[in-house]
C-alpha cells in the first residue's frame, strides 16, 4: 500500500489524506512540504506540477550535437583527467567519446570527489545541459552513471522536474527527487479517485484526454505530445469549472434572488432630470439607465458591473440610479475609495440636488462622536436618502431602514465576498452597481466578474478635446517646466504627479519631498501657489490642500497617486507624470484623465530618464498614440499578464494554476461557450450527461459562496 495508516475515510476521499500519511513521507518532510510549497495533502501534491521534464529516454549520438539543443543524453567512455587553470578558474576536464565523437565534460566544484567515483576507460551515461565553447559540445556538471544498455530499456517515460526551495533540497527533496513522492502517489491513482468530471461528448467533440490520464501524463508522460495533451485537458478542465461555477452564481440569481422592486420613475427622477441635469445625456448613458432601470424593476437582485473610460460620466448615472431608489422609498448608497473622491462625490451630489428635497450625508472614517451618532440615527430612521462614504459604510454597523442601492465606485477590489456582506444590511439584498474606470479586457472581465451582469459606457460625452500626449526625457525639464509656466499664464491649472514606490512609504515621502523642492525652484510664490497631497497627510490638511486646488486658490497640485482616481478639476489643462517609466499603463490612463475635462485644449507630459527598457519604452509609445481605454487595457494585459492587472491580482478569481488567461484565449473561449451551451440547456445540472459535473461542483463546495445565494 503506499499509504501508510489508512487515510481519513474511505478512498474516494483518499486524495484528501494528509500528505504525511505518503510513503517517503515522514513527520519532518511533511511540516516542510506544508512551509515551503503549501502541500498540505495528497490532492496539493497532485497540483504540485513538473515546471519541465527530462527526456532520458533516448540516447543521442555525439556527432549530431549541434547548439540549440538543451539538455541531452549521451553515453561513452570516459577518457583521463585533466587539471587545467588556476584558483577560481581552476577547472577538471574529460572527454567522453562515442563512435561518432567527443564531448567535453567539465566540473568546476566536488574536482576530488569527481576523480574518485568515476573512472577512466568505463563507459558511462551523462546526461546534462549542452554548450558550444569554441566551437565544440561541452558539458558542465554533467549527471554520469554507469552505461548499461538495459537501464534504458526500463525508462519510458520523461522525468519530471519540479519547483523546489533550498530548504526542501537540504532535505532530500529537489526538483527532481520531489519525483519520487508524485510517483508513488500517481501510480496508485486510478479513476476511482480521480472520476472524470466532463461528459464524454464533450471530451470527444473538443479532443480532451480522459481525466485520471490526464493526471499521470502531465506527472509522467511518455512523450513530450502526451505531456501537452494533459495539459491541455487540465487547463481546459480549469477554466471550464472557474466559469462555470461564476455563471452558476450569476444563473442562479437571475432565477432565485429577491430584489427590491424600483418599479417607478418618481418626482426626484423626474424633476432632475428636467430641472437639474446641467446637460444632455449621451446615448451610451441613456441605454445604460435604461438597463439599470428594466434590471432593477422585475424583482431580482442586480448585479451590475458599470464600465466606462475615465471621464465617461459614471456618476451622473449612478446619481440618477439613486434617484430611482429614493422614488421608490429605499435609501442609496454611493461608495468610494478614498476619503477626497468620497468628499467629491458628496460635494458634487449635493450641488446638483440642491433644487430638490433629497437628503444627502456623508459617512467616513473620519466621522466621529455625536456627529456619527446623529449620522446614524437618521440613517436608521430612514430621514437621509443618499449616503456618500468610504468603507466605513459597510464595515460599521451601521443599519439602515430600507437600503435598496449599493454603488461601488472605483472598486475593482469588491469581490464576491465583499459584495455579500452587503446583504446583511436589509432584509432583501440591496441591488449593487460596481463601477469602474479601469477597462478591463473582456477576457479578463468575463473571468474574474463572470457573476455581474456587464454595463458599457462607450462614448465620451460631446465636446472633449482629445488630449495631446507627449514622453519627454528629463534632460528638457526645463522646457517641460516652461511650458507649463505658458498653461498657467493662461490661466490654467497643472498637476504634478510622482510615483509611489510600493516597497516604502518613507521612501515615497522623501521623493515627493524632493519633488516638490525642486518644483519649487521654478514655480515660487507669491506669481505661483501650489498645493500638496500624499497618502500620510492627515485628513484634513489633505482635503484643505485639495480644496485650494478646486477653488483655483492654488495653480500646481503636487502629488502621489492618491489623486488618481476620480478627482475632477475642469480647469487643469496639464497632467505632468515624473518618472512615467514607474507607472503601469492603466495607471497612467487613470492619471491622464484628471485633464480634459473643461473646453481648454489639455495635455499630458511623461517625463522619464534618458534610459528606458524595452517594456517601459512600449508604455510610452501606447500612451502617446492612442486614449481608448479598451485598448491600452488591452495593452497592458500582454506586456504584464493577468497577474498584475490592476485590482485582479486580488480578486482571487484569477489565480489559476495552469491556465493563461492572455495566451490560451482560444479555449477560454471554448470553455465559455461550453458553459453557456450546458447552463441554457440545463441550468439546474440535473440531466443525467451532466452528472459528472454536478457531481464534481459537489466536492468543490467550498470554492465559493454558494450558499449565499438568497
Ligand atoms: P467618470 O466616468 O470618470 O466618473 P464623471 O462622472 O466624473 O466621469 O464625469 C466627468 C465629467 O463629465 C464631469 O465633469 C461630468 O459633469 C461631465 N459629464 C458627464 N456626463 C456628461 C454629458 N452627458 N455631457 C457633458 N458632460 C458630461
Ligand atoms: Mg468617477
Known amino acids: ?278 446637460f444632455e445625456l449621451t446615448n451610451a448613458q441613456k441605454r445604460v439607465l435604461k438597463e439599470i432601470r ?85 440613517l436608521a430612521a430612514g430621514t437621509i436618502h443618499i449616503l456618500v462614504g468610504t468603507h466605513a459604510v459597510i464595515e460599521d454597523p451601521v443599519q439602515f431602514r430600507n437600503l435598496g442601492l449599493v454603488i461601488i465606485d472605483e472598486q475593482h477590489r469588491f469581490g464576491v465576498a465583499q459584495r455579500a456582506r452587503l446583504w446583511d444590511k436589509a432584509p432583501i439584498p440591496p441591488h449593487v452597481l460596481v463601477m469602474t474606470a479601469t477597462p478591463i479586457p473582456r477576457t479578463l472581465a468575463m473571468t474574474a466578474y463572470g457573476d455581474l451582469d456587464y454595463s458599457v459606457i462607450d462614448e465620451l460625452p460631446p465636446g472633449r478635446k482629445p488630449i495631446q500626449t507627449v514622453h519627454r526625457y528629463e534632460n528638457d525639464r526645463s522646457l517641460v517646466m516652461d511650458f507649463l509656466k505658458a498653461e498657467i499664464e493662461l490661466g490654467r491649472q497643472v498637476y504634478i504627479i510622482f510615483p509611489l514606490i510600493e516597497e516604502s512609504e518613507k521612501l515615497d515621502y522623501e521623493n515627493l519631498m524632493q519633488g516638490y523642492e525642486e518644483v519649487k525652484t521654478y514655480f515660487s510664490e507669491p506669481q505661483y501657489w501650489i498645493s500638496m497631497v500624499h497618502g500620510k497627510m492627515p485628513a484634513l490638511q489633505k482635503e484643505e490642500n485639495m480644496r485650494r486646488f478646486v477653488t483655483h486658490d492654488t495653480q500646481i497640485m503636487v502629488s502621489t497617486t492618491v489623486i488618481e482616481v476620480g478627482v475632477n478639476v475642469p480647469n487643469a489643462s496639464v497632467m505632468l507624470i515624473e518618472s512615467a517609466e514607474k507607472f503601469g499603463l492603466s495607471q497612467l490612463h487613470q492619471l491622464r484623465g484628471r485633464v480634459g475635462r473643461g473646453a481648454e485644449k489639455s495635455y499630458c507630459v511623461l517625463l522619464t530618464g534618458k534610459k528606458l527598457g524595452n517594456e517601459a519604452r512600449e508604455r510610452m509609445k501606447i500612451m502617446t498614440s492612442t486614449s481608448n481605454g479598451f485598448v491600452i487595457a488591452e495593452k497592458d494585459l500582454e506586456l504584464r499578464g493577468p497577474g498584475d492587472i490592476e485590482g485582479t491580482r486580488q480578486s482571487g478569481a484569477l489565480s489559476f494554476k495552469l491556465i493563461d488567461i492572455v495566451n490560451d484565449r482560444p479555449m477560454v473561449e471554448a470553455a465559455k461557450q461550453e458553459c453557456e451551451k450546458i447552463l441554457k440547456d440545463d441550468p439546474d445540472l440535473s440531466k443525467p450527461e451532466h452528472r459528472t459535473i454536478r457531481e464534481f461542483l459537489k466536492t468543490q463546495k467550498g470554492k465559493t459562496a454558494w450558499s449565499k445565494i438568497s
Open 294 to 378: 428594466v434590471d432593477t424593476g422585475r424583482g431580482k437582485q442586480m448585479n451590475r458591473l458599470l464600465q466606462g473610460d475615465v471621464g465617461s460620466g459614471k456618476t451622473i448615472v449612478a446619481l440618477l440610479n439613486m434617484l430611482l431608489a429614493a422614488d421608490n422609498g429605499f435609501q442609496a448608497v454611493l461608495m468610494a475609495p478614498t476619503e477626497i473622491l468620497a468628499r467629491q462625490h458628496y460635494q458634487g451630489i449635493k450641488e446638483l440636488l440642491e433644487p430638490l428635497p433629497v437628503e444627502v450625508a456623508i459617512l467616513t472614517g473620519t466621522t466621529k462622536g455625536k456627529e456619527r451618532r446623529a449620522l446614524l440615527g437618521q
Open 1 to 278: 500500500m503506499f499509504v501508510k495508516k489508512q487515510p481519513i475515510s474511505d478512498n474516494q476521499n483518499i486524495l484528501s489524506s494528509p500528505v504525511g500519511y505518503l510513503k517517503g513521507v515522514g513527520p519532518q518532510r511533511a511540516e516542510l512540504l506544508q512551509k515551503e510549497l503549501n502541500v498540505f495533502t495528497f490532492n496539493d501534491l497532485l497540483h504540485h506540477y513538473p515546471f519541465r521534464h527530462v527526456d532520458k529516454t533516448k540516447l543521442t549520438l555525439v556527432g549530431t550535437l549541434v547548439p540549440g539543443e538543451e539538455y541531452v543524453q549521451v553515453a561513452g567512455i570516459l577518457s583521463p583527467f585533466e587539471l587545467i587553470g588556476e584558483k577560481r578558474g581552476r577547472r577538471l576536464i574529460a572527454q567522453l567519446k562515442d563512435k561518432t565523437g567527443v564531448l567535453e565534460l567539465v566540473w568546476f566544484q566536488s574536482i576530488q570527489l569527481i576523480q574518485k567515483m568515476l573512472h577512466p576507460g568505463q563507459a558511462y551515461l551523462v546526461y546534462g545541459k549542452l554548450s558550444f565553447f569554441m566551437g565544440k559540445p561541452q558539458m558542465v556538471h554533467p549527471e554520469m552513471e554507469a552505461w548499461d544498455p538495459e537501464k534504458l530499456k526500463g525508462r519510458d517515460y520523461l522525468e519530471p522536474v519540479y519547483p523546489s526551495t533550498e530548504k526542501l533540497k537540504a532535505k532530500n527533496l529537489g526538483g527532481r527527487q520531489l519525483g519520487k513522492l508524485t510517483a508513488t502517489l500517481v501510480q496508485h491513482l486510478t479513476e476511482r479517485e480521480l472520476p472524470e468530471n466532463l461528459p464524454q461528448p464533450m471530451l470527444e467533440a473538443l479532443r480532451l484526454m480522459p481525466r485520471a490520464e490526464a493526471y499521470r501524463n502531465i506527472h509522467f508522460p511518455k512523450t513530450t505530445a502526451l505531456y501537452e495533451a494533459a495539459v491541455r485537458r487540465l487547463k481546459f478542465e480549469e477554466i471550464f469549472f472557474a466559469q462555470l461555477r461564476m455563471n452558476l452564481l450569476r444563473w442562479e440569481r437571475h432565477r432565485f434572488s429577491k430584489g427590491v422592486v424600483f418599479e417607478k420613475v418618481g418626482e426626484f427622477f423626474n424633476r432632475f432630470y428636467r430641472e437639474c441635469l446641467p
